[in-house]
Protein backbone atom coordinates (compact mmCIF):
# COMPACT_ATOMS: atom_id res chain seq x y z
CA UNK A 1 0.00 0.00 0.00
CA UNK A 2 1.12 3.44 -1.15
CA UNK A 3 2.05 6.10 1.45
CA UNK A 4 -0.39 9.25 2.01
CA UNK A 5 2.86 10.89 0.55
CA UNK A 6 3.45 8.98 -2.15
CA UNK A 7 -0.46 9.15 -3.04
CA UNK A 8 -0.27 12.54 -2.84
CA UNK A 9 2.44 13.19 -5.62
CA UNK A 10 0.39 10.63 -7.82
CA UNK A 11 -3.09 12.40 -7.33
CA UNK A 12 -1.08 15.94 -7.86
CA UNK A 13 0.21 14.54 -10.72
CA UNK A 14 -2.71 13.52 -12.16
CA UNK A 15 -4.73 16.46 -10.86
CA UNK A 16 -1.76 18.94 -12.98
CA UNK A 17 -2.57 16.74 -16.19
CA UNK A 18 -5.36 18.69 -17.18
CA UNK A 19 -3.88 22.44 -15.97
CA UNK A 20 -2.23 22.86 -19.09
CA UNK A 21 -3.83 23.55 -22.73
CA UNK A 22 -2.67 24.46 -25.75
CA UNK A 23 -4.34 25.45 -28.80
CA UNK A 24 -5.06 23.64 -31.85
CA UNK A 25 -2.49 25.63 -33.59
CA UNK A 26 0.38 25.18 -30.92
CA UNK A 27 -0.73 21.84 -31.56
CA UNK A 28 0.02 21.40 -34.67
CA UNK A 29 3.16 24.24 -35.21
CA UNK A 30 6.81 23.80 -34.16
CA UNK A 31 8.07 23.06 -30.63
CA UNK A 32 9.48 26.97 -29.22
CA UNK A 33 12.89 26.94 -28.72
CA UNK A 34 13.92 27.01 -25.06
CA UNK A 35 14.19 30.61 -23.82
CA UNK A 36 14.54 29.83 -20.27
CA UNK A 37 15.97 26.69 -17.85
CA UNK A 38 14.79 26.21 -14.27
CA UNK A 39 16.39 24.18 -12.33
CA UNK A 40 15.68 22.54 -8.53
CA UNK A 41 18.06 23.18 -6.43
CA UNK A 42 19.26 20.43 -4.09
CA UNK A 43 21.36 17.71 -5.44
CA UNK A 44 21.09 19.28 -8.76
CA UNK A 45 22.82 22.49 -8.87
CA UNK A 46 24.03 22.85 -5.45
CA UNK A 47 24.61 19.73 -2.26
CA UNK A 48 24.52 20.09 1.09
CA UNK A 49 28.19 19.59 2.74
CA UNK A 50 29.22 16.20 3.74
CA UNK A 51 27.96 14.64 7.12
CA UNK A 52 31.50 14.70 8.90
CA UNK A 53 31.67 17.86 7.56
CA UNK A 54 28.66 19.00 8.93
CA UNK A 55 30.02 17.21 12.39
CA UNK A 56 32.67 18.87 13.23
CA UNK A 57 31.08 22.30 12.67
CA UNK A 58 28.94 20.95 15.32
CA UNK A 59 31.96 19.43 17.72
CA UNK A 60 33.58 23.55 16.86
CA UNK A 61 30.49 25.20 17.62
CA UNK A 62 29.23 23.04 20.77
CA UNK A 63 32.54 21.70 21.88
CA UNK A 64 31.18 18.11 21.55
CA UNK A 65 34.08 15.94 21.18
CA UNK A 66 33.76 13.36 18.33
CA UNK A 67 35.55 11.03 19.80
CA UNK A 68 37.14 8.18 17.49
CA UNK A 69 34.71 6.36 15.06
CA UNK A 70 31.64 8.37 16.36
CA UNK A 71 31.41 9.58 13.08
CA UNK A 72 30.42 6.91 11.30
CA UNK A 73 28.45 5.75 14.02
CA UNK A 74 26.81 9.10 13.99
CA UNK A 75 26.39 8.58 10.07
CA UNK A 76 25.19 4.90 10.71
CA UNK A 77 22.76 6.74 13.24
CA UNK A 78 20.92 8.97 10.80
CA UNK A 79 20.37 6.69 8.23
CA UNK A 80 18.21 4.09 10.10
CA UNK A 81 16.43 7.16 12.45
CA UNK A 82 14.74 8.08 8.45
CA UNK A 83 13.64 5.25 8.08
CA UNK A 84 11.88 5.30 11.48
CA UNK A 85 7.90 5.77 10.59
CA UNK A 86 7.44 8.58 12.93
CA UNK A 87 10.59 10.05 11.49
CA UNK A 88 9.28 9.35 7.66
CA UNK A 89 5.75 10.84 8.71
CA UNK A 90 7.03 14.02 9.40
CA UNK A 91 8.77 14.66 6.60
CA UNK A 92 6.39 15.04 4.44
CA UNK A 93 5.27 18.57 3.56
CA UNK A 94 7.79 19.55 5.16
CA UNK A 95 9.18 22.17 2.73
CA UNK A 96 5.81 23.88 2.85
CA UNK A 97 6.62 25.74 5.47
CA UNK A 98 9.73 26.90 8.12
CA UNK A 99 7.36 25.34 10.59
CA UNK A 100 6.85 22.54 9.12
CA UNK A 101 10.35 21.96 8.23
CA UNK A 102 11.76 22.73 11.36
CA UNK A 103 9.61 20.44 13.05
CA UNK A 104 10.83 17.77 10.61
CA UNK A 105 14.22 17.89 11.13
CA UNK A 106 14.14 18.26 14.84
CA UNK A 107 11.77 15.03 15.14
CA UNK A 108 15.01 13.00 13.13
CA UNK A 109 17.80 15.17 15.01
CA UNK A 110 16.58 13.90 18.79
CA UNK A 111 17.32 10.36 17.72
CA UNK A 112 20.76 10.76 17.00
CA UNK A 113 22.52 10.80 20.14
CA UNK A 114 25.49 12.96 19.29
CA UNK A 115 22.78 15.44 18.44
CA UNK A 116 20.51 15.69 21.40
CA UNK A 117 21.02 18.36 23.51
CA UNK A 118 22.38 20.38 20.00
CA UNK A 119 19.56 19.81 17.73
CA UNK A 120 19.53 23.67 17.35
CA UNK A 121 22.78 24.35 16.56
CA UNK A 122 22.86 21.15 13.99
CA UNK A 123 19.96 22.90 12.79
CA UNK A 124 21.10 26.22 11.97
CA UNK A 125 24.32 25.22 10.76
CA UNK A 126 22.63 23.34 8.23
CA UNK A 127 20.95 26.25 6.85
CA UNK A 128 24.17 28.29 7.32
CA UNK A 129 25.30 30.12 4.08
CA UNK A 130 28.85 27.56 3.40
CA UNK A 131 25.92 24.88 4.65
CA UNK A 132 25.67 24.28 0.86
CA UNK A 133 27.90 24.28 -2.17
CA UNK A 134 27.71 24.30 -5.74
CA UNK A 135 28.78 21.50 -8.45
CA UNK A 136 31.98 21.60 -10.29
CA UNK A 137 29.56 22.41 -13.48
CA UNK A 138 27.17 24.65 -11.53
CA UNK A 139 28.97 28.06 -12.31
CA UNK A 140 30.14 27.01 -15.95
CA UNK A 141 26.49 26.62 -17.17
CA UNK A 142 25.08 29.23 -15.89
CA UNK A 143 27.54 31.45 -16.94
CA UNK A 144 26.96 30.02 -20.55
CA UNK A 145 23.55 30.51 -20.51
CA UNK A 146 23.94 33.94 -19.47
CA UNK A 147 26.06 34.65 -22.34
CA UNK A 148 23.71 33.24 -24.64
CA UNK A 149 20.66 35.20 -23.10
CA UNK A 150 18.74 32.20 -22.06
CA UNK A 151 16.78 33.37 -18.82
CA UNK A 152 17.20 30.84 -15.67
CA UNK A 153 15.07 30.43 -12.48
CA UNK A 154 14.90 28.11 -9.62
CA UNK A 155 12.10 26.09 -9.01
CA UNK A 156 12.52 24.37 -5.31
CA UNK A 157 10.78 22.57 -2.18
CA UNK A 158 12.92 24.63 -0.17
CA UNK A 159 12.28 25.99 3.61
CA UNK A 160 14.32 29.09 3.30
CA UNK A 161 15.47 31.48 0.23
CA UNK A 162 18.40 29.01 -1.25
CA UNK A 163 19.88 32.93 -2.50
CA UNK A 164 21.87 32.86 0.65
CA UNK A 165 23.86 29.84 -0.30
CA UNK A 166 23.98 31.18 -4.00
CA UNK A 167 25.29 34.71 -3.03
CA UNK A 168 27.92 33.19 -0.91
CA UNK A 169 28.83 31.85 -3.61
CA UNK A 170 28.94 34.57 -5.93
CA UNK A 171 26.28 33.12 -7.95
CA UNK A 172 23.21 35.13 -7.19
CA UNK A 173 23.09 37.11 -10.43
CA UNK A 174 23.33 34.29 -12.53
CA UNK A 175 19.59 33.46 -11.51
CA UNK A 176 16.90 35.64 -12.47
CA UNK A 177 13.86 34.62 -10.19
CA UNK A 178 13.66 31.94 -7.31
CA UNK A 179 10.27 29.79 -6.49
CA UNK A 180 10.48 28.37 -3.48
CA UNK A 181 7.89 26.06 -1.89
CA UNK A 182 7.79 27.48 1.45
CA UNK A 183 6.24 30.70 -0.55
CA UNK A 184 3.04 29.27 -1.73
CA UNK A 185 2.79 26.67 1.08
CA UNK A 186 3.06 23.70 -0.83
CA UNK A 187 5.66 21.58 -2.69
CA UNK A 188 6.57 19.97 -6.08
CA UNK A 189 4.87 19.08 -9.16
CA UNK A 190 2.12 20.94 -7.91
CA UNK A 191 1.87 23.41 -11.03
CA UNK A 192 1.64 26.60 -9.26
CA UNK A 193 5.30 26.80 -8.49
CA UNK A 194 6.46 26.08 -12.09
CA UNK A 195 3.46 28.53 -13.37
CA UNK A 196 4.93 31.32 -10.80
CA UNK A 197 8.64 30.98 -12.27
CA UNK A 198 7.50 31.20 -16.07
CA UNK A 199 5.13 34.12 -14.58
CA UNK A 200 7.89 36.13 -13.41
CA UNK A 201 10.21 35.41 -16.60
CA UNK A 202 7.52 36.48 -18.94
CA UNK A 203 7.89 32.71 -20.42
CA UNK A 204 5.80 30.54 -22.13
CA UNK A 205 5.73 27.08 -20.22
CA UNK A 206 6.21 25.43 -23.61
CA UNK A 207 9.32 27.54 -24.26
CA UNK A 208 10.90 26.41 -20.50
CA UNK A 209 13.23 23.93 -19.74
CA UNK A 210 12.79 22.09 -16.19
CA UNK A 211 16.43 20.81 -14.97
CA UNK A 212 16.33 18.63 -11.81
CA UNK A 213 16.94 15.26 -10.23
CA UNK A 214 13.19 13.67 -8.80
CA UNK A 215 11.29 12.00 -12.12
CA UNK A 216 7.97 12.71 -10.04
CA UNK A 217 8.31 16.13 -8.40
CA UNK A 218 10.78 17.76 -11.42
CA UNK A 219 9.34 15.89 -13.94
CA UNK A 220 6.16 16.88 -12.73
CA UNK A 221 7.03 20.04 -15.05
CA UNK A 222 5.89 18.59 -17.75
CA UNK A 223 2.09 18.28 -16.66
CA UNK A 224 2.30 22.13 -16.88
CA UNK A 225 3.52 22.51 -20.30
CA UNK A 226 7.81 22.46 -19.94
CA UNK A 227 10.24 20.11 -21.10
CA UNK A 228 11.79 18.37 -18.21
CA UNK A 229 15.29 17.36 -17.88
CA UNK A 230 16.04 14.26 -15.23
CA UNK A 231 19.57 13.93 -13.99
CA UNK A 232 20.58 10.53 -12.38
CA UNK A 233 19.36 10.73 -8.66
CA UNK A 234 22.66 9.56 -7.12
CA UNK A 235 25.04 11.47 -4.73
CA UNK A 236 27.60 13.39 -6.88
CA UNK A 237 30.70 14.90 -5.56
CA UNK A 238 32.06 15.71 -9.42
CA UNK A 239 30.70 17.00 -11.92
CA UNK A 240 26.70 16.62 -12.05
CA UNK A 241 25.95 16.42 -16.02
CA UNK A 242 24.36 19.88 -16.18
CA UNK A 243 26.54 20.34 -19.71
CA UNK A 244 23.84 18.08 -21.18
CA UNK A 245 21.68 20.77 -20.98
CA UNK A 246 23.10 22.70 -23.51
CA UNK A 247 21.86 19.90 -25.95
CA UNK A 248 18.39 21.05 -25.61
CA UNK A 249 18.84 25.00 -26.94
CA UNK A 250 20.90 23.57 -30.32
Not at 102 to 107: G, L, Q, V, Y
Not at 232 to 248: I, N
Request: hydrophobic share 40%.
Amino acid sequence: MLSDGRCAVIYSLFDSAAAYEVTEADQAGPVPPIEAVLFDFSNTIFKLIDVETWLRRIESATGRELGPGLVEKTAEQLGEAYRVPEVAEAQIGRDESPTKHRIAMFEWFRRIDYLQGVEETAYELIAAPDAWVPYPDTEPLLRELRRRGIKTGIVSDFAWDVGVHMAHHGLDDLIDVRVHSFQFETEKPDPVLFRAACEQLDVDPRAALMVGDNPAKDGGAAASGLRAFILPGEARTGERGLAHVLGFLD
